[in-house]
């Protein structure tokens, strides 16, 4: 887990015209230092431990807001709800059909990044594998 200055994510929400209030900063915090990908339910459930006002709808209000100032992005899986991280580098992911977990993998050598398709302008770039993780397969195998 990494540390993330509250400083800097003030300035990325006040850079796209988003008030930096604490709660907003906390959950923007919760993402950049948690790389699980959570889902709101999850981020709330985790949130509320530390700081018991928070509400359920200011998690999800924000999380929308967040998105769509674009300094969030929210993945949207066919089994489960949506997922979000604030990891905006291009990346793909990997979904464990076991465990349910994403990690994130390099796209470099597996798709060259791509800025037009058949003259369409790509804004992003979301690449879903599916498999069994490094971890479930250990446990398989023993
Ligand atoms: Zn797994
Ligand atoms: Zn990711």
Redesign the pocket.
Known sequence: MSTVSLKELCDTLEKVGIRPTHQRLEILKYLAEH?V?PTAEMIYSSLKTEIPTFSKTTVYNTLKLLEKKGVI?A?ATVEDQIRY?A?LTP?G?FKCIQCGR???FELTGVLPPRTEIDGHQVLECQVMVKGICRQCRSVTAK
Do not use: T
């Open positions: 790389r990908h992005s993945l991280e990891n990346h992911h994403l990690f994130d």
